[in-house]
Every structure is written in C-alpha cells, then in structure tokens.
C-alpha cells in the first residue's frame, strides 16, 4: 500500500512557473514508477509525464515536452514535476500515481495507486 500527497498547485499567470510534489508514504517507493496525470473540468484524465523506478528513464506526453519536467528523489520518497512557461490549457487538477510494475507507461489503467490531486490554475 503507498499513500500519495500532492502539494505545490495554485494560481499562476500564462509564462509562469510552478513546481508540484508527490509525496509517498511506505519504505517501497523506490520500487514503483512514478506519473503525473491531469484532468480538466469535463475531460477524461490525460498522462502528463512518467519516470521509471531503476533507470529514471522518462517519458513525456507531447503537449508538455520541452516545458514539463518530471523528477523523484528516492531518499526523500518524493517525485516532483516542474512546469515552465505554463498556459491556460494546462488548468487542470494535478495527480500523482504509482505503478508497482515500474515502466513509465502513460496509460492511466497501469496504475496502482493515486494521490488525491492539486489544482493548477492557469489565468491572468
């Protein structure tokens, strides 16, 4: 079992920068790859970025390529995700997801637990 806590989300203009963080709960984060998804009011949840338990090998979705960046620090049970030059399109509630199978996979059904998500406000 592993219990996921985001924090970081707010209110920020277009072009801004905001940093979200995960933390996990558990002595076994290691051993789980680590999402980020997003869902916007009236969407389905969409795969934002994804890193790997061994390698931390990444994998992005292409709306946030270039500007997104996803991160874990094993030591402190924590995976972060570092948005750069935001835009009203990446309003959405941001949540954290663990795989226990660790591929970086993008598909939200490989994942195995959630967190309880934080709002992300894009606006001026």
């Known amino acids: 079992q592993v219990l996921l806590v985001e924090s970081g989300g707010g209110l920020v203009q277009p072009g801004a920068s905001l940093r979200v963080s995960c933390a996990a709960s558990g002595r076994t984060f290691s051993s789980y790859a680590m999402g980020w998804f997003r869902q916007a009011p009236g969407k389905e949840r969409e795969f934002v970025a994804a890193v790997s338990r061994i390698r931390f090998r990444t994998n992005y979705a292409d709306s946030v390529k270039g500007r997104f960046t996803i991160s874990r620090d094993n030591a402190k049970n924590t995976v972060y995700l570092q948005m750069n030059s935001l835009k009203p399109e990446d309003t959405a509630v941001y949540y954290c997801?663990?795989?226990?199978?660790?591929?970086?996979?993008?598909?939200?059904?490989?994942?195995?637990?959630w967190g309880q998500g934080t709002q992300v406000t894009v606006s001026s």
């Open positions: 997801a663990a795989d226990r199978f660790g591929s970086a996979t993008a598909e939200v059904a490989d994942y195995d637990y």
